[in-house]
């Protein structure tokens, strides 16, 4: 593993390694501590977006572990403006061990991993979003057991960057998806076909759809996500005439599993995709789901530096 830019890049073994490694260090950290395994290690974090849970969970991962972190801002590197990536990536590459990038578009971080000599994260970009889709698996598999073949995930709203690694890691693992999004929303078709071909391999279903209320039938995972994500904000007002319909509401939740789980990568619009009612209530992941992004971190990170 020199990098870590999308799920779909690893085999189905080697995203399960990652999140068994997940497992032990989450343990580790709540019973005899982290072991200092980042010791002497730097993780360089470039931001074109804000963050709240990426910065901090990074920045935490990388300090638990005996290691350290940097943040760049939005404004201080101008990847791509004020110097070019390649340009960028060859200088980090003498300065710190690994870099974490998030950005717009997803060829950026590409390029970074291209022109690093150090391994490059994706933090986030416009296709997709690993670190994410990581931390809802072991969120799901704290809930479900390792073993949980045959899972219905079902992902409503807007077909973005979080539907897209939520599939790739629920092919992975063999768990069916399905996805409900409205015309002219929906998840990406490159990710879509990369999806189908894991699936095939694995024994996912993978099942698309108009209807949020047929996407949630035997659901054990509900999973929404802001209908306007960061760099769309101009589509705001069209998106909230378009996206009601897909509001993940009591009703909603009452048509799935008995036992199912509600999950958001968060930031959370209440009331909008989710509602108070939902997010705060008994069937709500929401925050173990986004503590879950640290020990989920914690192992990509060791994968990486070849140390656990
Ligand atoms: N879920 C997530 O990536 O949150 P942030 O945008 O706050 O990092
Ligand atoms: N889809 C959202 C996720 C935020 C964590 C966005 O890209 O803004």
Redesign the pocket.
């Known amino acids: 593993m020199k990098d870590f830019l999308a799920i779909s890049d690893y085999s189905s073994e080697e995203i399960q390694d990652v999140l068994d490694l997940a497992v032990t260090l989450k343990k580790e950290h709540f019973k005899k501590g982290n072991k200092k395994i980042f010791k002497g290690k730097v993780l360089g974090m470039i931001f074109q977006?804000p963050?709240l849970?990426?910065r901090v969970s990074f920045d935490m991962a990388m300090r638990h572990c005996g290691g350290d972190a940097l943040y760049l801002s939005p404004n201080e590197i101008g990847l791509g403006k004020r110097e070019s990536i390649a340009d960028i990536a060859r200088v980090m590459s003498g300065y710190v061990q690994a870099l974490m990038a998030r950005v717009f578009d997803h060829q950026h971080v590409v390029e970074l991993a291209k022109w690093s000599e150090i391994p490059v994260i994706n933090g986030?970009s416009?296709y997709n979003?690993p670190c994410?889709g990581m931390a809802d698996a072991l969120t799901i598999i704290e809930k479900f057991g390792a073993k949980a073949k045959g899972l219905n995930v079902s992902y409503v709203g807007?077909g973005?960057?979080?539907t897209t690694s939520l599939m790739h890691v629920s092919a992975q693992l063999g768990w069916n998806f399905n996805v409900a999004t409205p015309e002219g929303y929906d998840t990406d078709p490159k990710a879509i076909e990369i999806a189908e071909s894991i699936a095939k391999k694995t024994g996912s279903k993978l099942t698309f759809l108009r209807d949020p209320h047929a996407a949630v039938k035997g659901a054990h995972v509900i999973y929404t996500?802001?209908w306007?994500?960061?760099?769309?904000e101009e589509e705001t007002a069209k998106r909230e005439l378009v996206f009601p319909p897909y509001q993940v509401n009591a009703k909603l939740v009452g048509e799935a599993d008995k036992d199912v789980i509600v999950m958001h990568?968060?930031?959370a619009h209440r009331n909008h995709e989710l509602t108070d009612e939902v997010a705060d209530g008994p069937h709500s992941v929401i925050f173990p789901q986004a503590h879950n992004r640290l020990h989920a971190q914690k192992a990509i990170l060791a994968r990486l530096f070849g140390v656990a």
């Open positions: 977006k963050s849970r990426t986030l416009d979003h994410q807007d973005n960057n979080v996500d802001t306007t994500s960061m760099g769309q990568c968060l930031p």
